[in-house]
């Protein structure tokens, strides 16, 4: 196994123990255990155990974590104790010389209330070869003491393997260029799970360690850390929020760090924009919500015009948004009823979908949308050609802050005021707090920029 080197060997005790067998005066087959050692601790995670005695044929110096948690330390003391008895075997039938040693150490880079990450740094000293050294990263469940693989932290009733290769493909593609070619690229794609050959938790975030220019290849691999916000979607729920660690995590030096979904280009619009200049067209779906008024407010303040994707569900209770939405010149835009996968649905579905919206829109507002934004982006012919009978166009978006997922409307903000350029669609949603935060934010500033704010169908040309 390859050894990768981040982190500088924990210090190593001296022990009287130690120095009496390296006499070698005593006896072969004589256990001298030392025994659990407590060590300096104002905290349980700097507790460790210890073995070193003389075997029949050799030394061993092991120290494992003790953590007082029984399952953990159960599981830690089976991982020292498999170490030992692997070496055992390997020099089996050699005669005792104190040189032949086996040294195990450990670092705790990460000790959360649900998981632990524990760094074993192992040596093999057999007289007459050369020592190796191997290094375990391992991960546990606090709960349970199990130690983790990656087919426990990830959900599995979603496509984890395809997600996580997606999100690795799109950075090295988008955000990372100039660092694969099209052919590693590919393979990077396909990776199967198993190249990935170690990981590594921390508070918030996880760290992979794989080849990226040959995943096929175990040599050569680099810690690449992504944000468990990244992985929400995937992980397995105990697993995807951040674990606040009992002491500082001994954070890693990434060789890459994929703090947000990377970047995509944007997909090509179902009608080609405007080219017209300097226009953006804000849109926000699922409401309308106790957010969306102030939301109207910062519009009317600074003249701007936005695109409402409501949900027919939600007109009837924010009847007065939808009206003053029409009233301020706003457009509404149809997100079906409870917010369906069109392309799974018959005809009568798409009918109470799609068409019951239409009509409920009508009767509120007084306003019949010409817009249709499918949830998901999820639309087929069977969808375009029903929505063709309300003389509704399909519209998606250019510029995705993942507003949704992200929370936070610094980086939602960020993400727009970086990509926003004449024609962009920008997607948001107006149930969230932190959105309409960095909306009312962008419209300012995007007004100074010199853009003018509009509606998707003026973007379009409807
Ligand atoms: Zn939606």
């Known amino acids: 196994?390859?050894?990768?080197h981040q982190h500088p060997p924990?210090?190593?005790?001296?022990?009287s123990m130690m120095v009496l067998a390296m006499g070698g005066i005593v006896l072969a087959a004589l256990l001298v255990y030392v025994g659990l050692r407590i060590i300096l601790g104002e905290s349980p995670q700097d507790q460790s155990g210890q073995v070193v005695r003389q075997e029949a044929t050799h030394n061993l110096d092991i120290t494992y974590p003790v953590l007082k948690v029984g399952e953990v330390d159960a599981s830690l003391k089976a991982f020292a104790d498999s170490r030992?008895?692997?070496?055992?075997a390997k020099i089996k039938g050699k005669s005792y010389d104190p040189r032949n040693k086996l040294t195990l150490e450990f670092q705790v880079p990460h000790y959360g209330e649900r998981t632990l990450s524990v760094i074993f740094n192992?040596?093999?000293e057999i007289v007459g070869q050369k020592p190796v050294a191997t290094q375990y990263l391992l991960n546990f469940d606090i709960d349970s003491g199990k130690r983790l693989t990656l087919a426990?932290?990830?959900?599995t009733e979603v496509d984890a393997r395809g997600e996580l290769t997606k999100i690795l493909h799109d950075y090295f593609r988008y955000d990372q260029p100039n660092t694969l070619n099209g052919d590693q690229l590919a393979k990077l794609k396909d990776m199967p799970l198993d190249k990935i050959r170690d990981f590594l938790f921390y508070d918030d975030m996880i760290v992979f360690y794989l080849n990226p220019k040959d995943p096929a290849k175990t040599d050569g691999a680099e810690p690449i850390a992504i944000k468990k916000s990244v992985l929400v979607s995937i992980l397995q729920e105990v697993y995807a929020q951040p674990d606040k660690s009992r002491k500082p995590d001994i954070k890693p030096k990434p060789a890459y760090a994929i703090n947000k979904l990377p970047a995509l280009p944007p997909p090509p619009p179902t009608v080609a924009p405007h080219t017209g200049g300097g226009r953006i067209a804000l849109t926000f779906d699922d409401g309308p919500s106790a957010h969306t008024n102030r939301l109207l407010d910062a519009l009317a303040q600074h003249q701007a015009r936005a695109t409402f994707y409501i949900l027919g569900h939600l007109a009837s209770a924010y009847s007065g948004e939808l009206q003053r939405m029409v009233r301020d010149g706003h457009e509404i835009g149809n997100h079906t009823w409870l917010h369906a996968n069109l392309t799974s649905l018959n005809g009568p579905q798409l009918d109470h979908e799609i068409g019951d919206t239409q009509r409920i829109i009508q009767q509120v507002a007084n306003y019949m949308p010409r817009t249709l934004r499918p949830p998901y982006g999820a639309t087929n012919d069977t969808v375009a050609a029903y929505a063709a009978k309300w003389g509704l166009h399909v519209i998606m978006w250019s510029i995705d802050p993942h507003d949704w997922q992200v929370h936070n409307?610094?980086?939602?903000?960020d993400h727009i005021m970086s990509r926003a350029t004449d024609g962009s669609v920008i997607l948001l949603h107006d149930i969230y707090s932190s959105s309409v935060d960095a909306a009312i934010r962008a419209i300012s500033d995007l007004k100074a920029r010199g853009f003018q704010l509009v509606t998707v169908s003026e973007i379009y040309g409807l």
Do not use: G, N
């Not at 409307?409 to 903000?413: E, F, G, L, P």
């Open 409 to 413: 409307s610094q980086a939602v903000y």
């Open 84 to 88: 030992a008895d692997e070496f055992a």
């Open 10 to 15: 924990r210090k190593k005790w001296s022990l």
């Open 122 to 124: 192992q040596t093999e």
């Open 152 to 155: 426990d932290i990830f959900r």
């Open 1 to 4: 196994m390859p050894i990768h």
